[in-house]
């Protein structure tokens, strides 16, 4: 099931969440109106919603897809975990060592926008770079979970784009500042739920710029596969519904290609991951009103 928040574009409602089903989507808030209409509220609710949600598939009224802007599936995650160096062609074109340990960071929820929203190339730097990364979202709240048990606290998957600035990721140990700008965490297009992807670590994940393949890889080649790292994080902290990890790009990435190939407004970025979808964003300069 795919599960997406949407807007309508012809002025029919505010923005709420709804199943994909072909080139239509199933409006849940006229399907089952009792369920919640966030995503995160929505995947707090448990089993129960989903299961309501799967019903409303088959009854529900429908709008197509050509009528709605599809959102970030969540619009603000309570936390945007995400992981480096966990693909060994990455590892090695950085020239670095393989870590003994996931090497963590966050992006800042603000950073979060849409699968076909523009990215920006911000003010206080050009040096701007792509990362297609599988991401995964927590469906139940997780501390001290195995390895073993780790595939129960996932609702689902969706397609992530950790761009990076940089010259910002570098100026300290720690990179949150370079992972965290404004526009760039697009997700999406939807969260596939878990039992429909099956195997999350068999996927193909590729990564186009301007339609020129980038990277190219599978989720097999994870150092770290998502079941580790959600046994990882919840021996430190409580993850919790609507939670998102971004796993790790693969080889591929601009800053090291040779001459490097750096982001700039007029591209356009594309992510696409086997059985889940793909996001697309257009690279712009950033607008002169972003000041608050």
């Given at each position: 099931m795919?599960l997406?928040?949407?807007?309508?574009?012809?002025?029919?409602g505010?923005?709420r969440?709804g199943?994909?089903?072909g080139?239509e989507?199933?409006?849940l808030?006229?399907?089952?109106?009792?369920l919640?209409?966030?995503?995160?509220?929505?995947?707090?609710?448990?089993?129960g919603?989903?299961?309501a949600?799967r019903?409303?598939v088959?009854t529900?009224?429908?709008i197509?897809?050509?009528?709605?802007?599809?959102?970030?599936?969540?619009?603000r995650?309570?936390?945007?975990?995400a992981?480096?160096?966990?693909?060994?062609?990455?590892?090695?074109?950085?020239?670095?060592?393989?870590p003994?340990?996931?090497t963590?960071?966050?992006?800042q929820?603000?950073?979060?926008t849409?699968?076909?929203?523009?990215?920006?190339?911000?003010?206080a730097?050009?040096?701007l770079?792509?990362?297609?990364e599988?991401?995964?979202?927590?469906?139940?709240?997780a501390?001290?979970v195995?390895?073993d048990d780790a595939?129960?606290?996932i609702?689902?998957?969706t397609?992530?784009n950790d761009v990076?600035?940089?010259?910002?990721?570098?100026?300290?140990p720690?990179?949150?500042?370079?992972?965290s700008?404004?526009?760039?965490?697009?997700i999406?297009?939807?969260i596939?739920?878990?039992?429909?992807?099956?195997?999350?670590?068999?996927?193909?994940?590729?990564?186009?710029?301007?339609?020129?393949?980038?990277?190219e890889s599978?989720t097999?080649?994870?150092?770290f596969?998502?079941?580790?790292?959600?046994?990882?994080?919840?021996?430190?902290?409580t993850?919790?519904?609507?939670?998102?990890?971004?796993?790790g790009?693969?080889?591929?990435?601009?800053?090291?290609?040779?001459?490097?190939?750096?982001?700039?407004a007029?591209?356009?970025?594309?992510?696409?991951?086997?059985g889940?979808?793909?996001?697309?964003?257009?690279?712009?300069?950033?607008p002169?009103?972003?000041a608050?």
């Open positions: 795919k997406a928040t949407f807007s309508p574009i012809k002025g029919q505010p923005t969440i199943v994909v089903d080139d989507i199933v409006d808030a006229a399907a089952a109106p009792d919640p209409q966030e995503m995160v509220a929505f995947l707090e609710a448990g089993a919603a989903v299961g949600a019903e409303a088959g529900g009224p429908r197509p897809l050509a009528d709605v802007r599809l959102e970030a599936p969540i619009a995650p309570p936390k945007f975990l992981v480096g160096l966990n693909y060994a062609d990455h590892v090695a074109e950085s020239g670095l060592e393989t003994e340990h996931p963590i960071f966050n992006k929820s603000t950073c979060v849409g699968p076909n929203d523009p990215v920006h190339v911000p003010k730097s050009h040096v770079d792509y990362e297609g599988l991401g995964f979202v927590i469906g139940r709240h501390r001290h195995s390895r595939a129960d606290y609702a689902g998957y397609v992530v990076t600035v940089r010259d910002w990721q570098f100026r300290t720690t990179w949150t500042m370079g992972k700008f404004d526009t760039h965490g697009p999406g297009p939807w596939i739920t878990a039992d429909e992807v099956g195997d999350p670590h068999q996927l193909r994940l590729r990564t186009f710029v301007n339609g020129d393949l980038r990277q599978n097999k080649e994870l150092i596969n998502c079941f580790h790292l959600v046994e990882y994080f919840s021996t430190a902290f993850l919790e519904p609507g939670d998102i990890v971004a796993t790009t693969p080889g591929g990435v601009g800053i090291l290609s040779k001459p490097p190939k750096i982001l700039k007029g591209d356009v970025v594309r992510v696409q991951i086997e889940i979808g793909e996001i697309e964003n257009p690279i712009i300069d950033e002169g009103d972003t608050r």
